[in-house]
């Protein structure tokens, strides 16, 4: 190994395996669960996008990859949102304050939100919503022109509020919001087909097109899309930017083991200027170019 | 060429002449191309002995389609499909960024025909790695890997084609996916291996009932974990009892998560030890593992790890002169 070689390794002891205490765990309707830890090293290094590896239950032999939605580097506590899925996600809302859990992060490439595109649209569906919540509070008021649309076919993991910041161009009656990014004074909007009050009665992406539409040229230009959710809303997303000639950056997830780069197990298929490449979620993403994403080769 | 103990560390041993610095063995297809998982804080090379890199054939491959991995009880299926840059790009391009002062590399070689697998090897011996494994056990693509391991004859073939290029130390990773891996091991021998590595995964299947789908993209896959160690256990001690003849060492593998499993599969017959999906669960297992080995070792009176092989006492034999009287 040459003497340049050995410099070159930006990427050794960039991921922290800690014991985390957990602090509270916070039940929300249909098996969603808000879990807040103490990490101090990943709350450090995170960035809006990153993800941990956590230990959900000594009995499974394989972690858990969660989207990180919070991290406060002053006290060190890092939150998740999560939903029920499986067995593992089971077991990890069963610890109880006190209790330690490995966390093994940051992880990923994060979100980068590119210079000059000072109207952000994000769009968060469903699991999809933690990294759309970080990305908010990171942007904080940079996102003030911009616009968080979160999506949810069961009742929301917050309690929703009537917005109290006007946003031109939506359907009469589109007023529900999360009331964190109203705190921050960024404007949101609510979308469920499950009939909540003051939400957009159908898919987060169709009321991110209303969005849109209402913009004129110039404004357009400014706007940029950052999407995490189940697929179809990602493809959703992907095919609004294009519709727009907007770009867009999506979260994305699969099955993951090592959650290092170690074993190729959580690749998706993009499209690279030397022909279609597998990529892995953990350390080539979890974020990628919506338009380089070969959408037809992704499982749901 | 034997495992035996070349300096003062307990764990060193020498293998097929290279010195390990530990048993353990970080596994092809966990640990990517050697320089992954040193993103971890607290995780290094050097608590391992040697590094096996991921499988690497003739042409770059892209591998099988999503999903590749699922978790299973105790266990993990896969089914990457060799994914990797090519040959000619790992040596070219990835090990002069290695670091070959932390610990051994070792590279593993496979293909679809014997002579992708003589042109993979022949293009890896003229390279710094410092050992050569064979895969004729991967159960995750058409052609070669399996196919070639599950039959002694193909397997033979193989191995002596791969021997005329190289004299790089050569381990032949054993399929669990076979008749008898004793008649298997016997022919390799002679066809020249220097080494086994046992065993490769097993092969399995996960169905999705409410989709009624495979969930694994390639249909079925290798299942990997706790849940396969007796079962490689099993077959450690059946390669050992014919391996031992000749003096060729094995590096023993399937489901190990702790000291206490690696050194049954020492006791059982291995040389060196295997650690691959432990990894997933813990990355800094290795450390972990190395410490009870060497508590162990203390308390049994054992000098080295190289004293500990194969010293299984079987129902009806005279037990074996080890622990304190061989230390």
Redesign the interface.
């Known amino acids: ?2 003497e340049a ?2 410099k070159d ?1 930006p ?7 800690e014991d985390a205490e957990v602090l509270d765990v916070e039940a929300w309707p249909a098996e969603q669960f808000i879990m807040r830890l103490v990490a101090p ?1 990943c709350a450090a290094h995170a960035r809006a996008g990153s993800f941990a590896h956590v ?1 959900c239950d000594p009995a ?4 858990r990859p969660l989207s990180l939605m919070r991290a406060d580097p002053g006290s060190g506590v890092i939150e998740f949102l999560f939903k029920i899925v499986g067995d ?1 996600l089971r077991l990890l809302a069963q610890r109880r304050p006190g209790e330690t859990v ?1 966390v ?1 992060g940051p992880i990923g490439r994060p979100f980068t939100p590119t210079p000059g595109r000072r109207r952000p649209l994000l769009v968060g569906g469903g699991v999809g919503i933690p990294p759309m919540v970080f990305l908010a509070e990171a942007l904080g008021p940079a996102a003030r022109d911009g616009l968080v649309l979160m999506g949810s076919e069961v009742p929301f993991p917050f309690d929703p509020a009537d917005s109290r910041l006007d946003v031109a161009h939506l359907p009469q009656g589109v007023v529900a919001a999360m009331p964190l990014m109203e705190n921050l004074g960024v404007p949101s909007r609510l979308a469920s087909l499950g009939g909540f009050p003051g939400c957009y009665p159908g898919y987060v992406t169709e009321l991110g097109r209303e969005w849109l539409r209402g913009l004129d040229a110039g404004a357009l230009q400014e706007v940029e899309i950052f999407a995490c959710g189940p697929t179809p809303m990602l493809k959703a997303a992907a095919a609004l930017a294009r519709d727009f000639g907007l770009p867009c950056q999506v979260s994305l997830e ?16 993009v499209n690279t200027p030397a022909g ?3 990529k892995r979620v953990c ?1 080539d993403g979890p974020v990628f170019e919506a338009a380089a994403v070969d959408w037809g ?3 749901h | 060429m034997t495992a035996t103990t070349t300096d003062t560390n307990p764990l060193a041993l020498d293998f097929c002449g290279l010195r390990f610095a530990s048993p353990i063995v970080l596994l092809s297809g966990c640990v990517g191309f050697g320089e992954e998982y040193t993103r971890v804080v607290g995780f290094s090379n050097r608590d391992a002995g040697a590094v096996v890199l991921k499988g690497t054939t003739g042409m770059a491959r892209l591998g099988n389609p999503p999903h590749r991995i699922y978790e299973t009880p105790q266990g993990m299926l896969n089914a990457i499909g060799l994914q990797n840059p090519g040959a000619r790009q790992v040596v070219e391009e990835i090990l002069p960024t290695l670091d070959f002062g932390e610990t051994r590399f070792i590279a593993n070689v496979s293909g679809s025909t014997i002579e992708e697998y003589v042109e993979v090897t022949r293009l890896f011996d003229d390279s710094p790695i410092d050992a050569i494994e064979i895969n004729i056990s991967c159960p995750n693509v058409k052609e070669g890997g399996v196919a070639f391991g599950n039959y002694p004859e193909m397997s033979a073939r193989v191995v002596e084609a791969c021997r005329r290029v190289t004299s790089k130390p050569l381990i032949t990773k054993l399929s669990p996916n076979q008749t008898d891996i004793q008649e298997n091991a016997r022919r390799c021998i002679e066809a020249g291996t220097d080494a086994f590595a046992v065993i490769n995964t097993v092969m399995g299947m996960a169905i999705d009932a409410e989709q009624r789908r495979p969930v694994i993209g390639n249909v079925q896959g290798g299942l990997s974990g706790p849940a396969i160690k007796p079962i490689a256990l099993l077959k450690v001690h059946q390669v050992h009892q014919v391996a031992q003849r000749h003096g060729v060492p094995i590096i023993g593998q399937g489901g190990i998560v702790s000291a206490r499993d690696a050194l049954e599969f020492i006791i059982a017959g291995a040389a060196a030890v295997g650690v691959g999906t432990a990894l997933f669960y813990d990355p800094l297992v290795c450390r972990k593992i190395n410490e009870g080995i060497r508590d162990y070792l203390g308390r049994h009176g054992f000098g080295s790890v190289a004293q500990l092989v194969g010293t299984l006492e079987l129902p009806g034999a005279p037990a074996a002169a080890a622990g304190r009287a061989a230390g």
């Open positions: 190994m040459t070689a050995a390794r990427h050794r002891g960039t991921i922290f395996v090293q230990t499974l032999p394989m972690r593992g490995s093994m699969e099955y993951m083991a090592c959650a290092v780069g170690g074993c190729a197990g959580c690749v998706v298929q279609p490449a597998m350390v080769a992704m499982q």
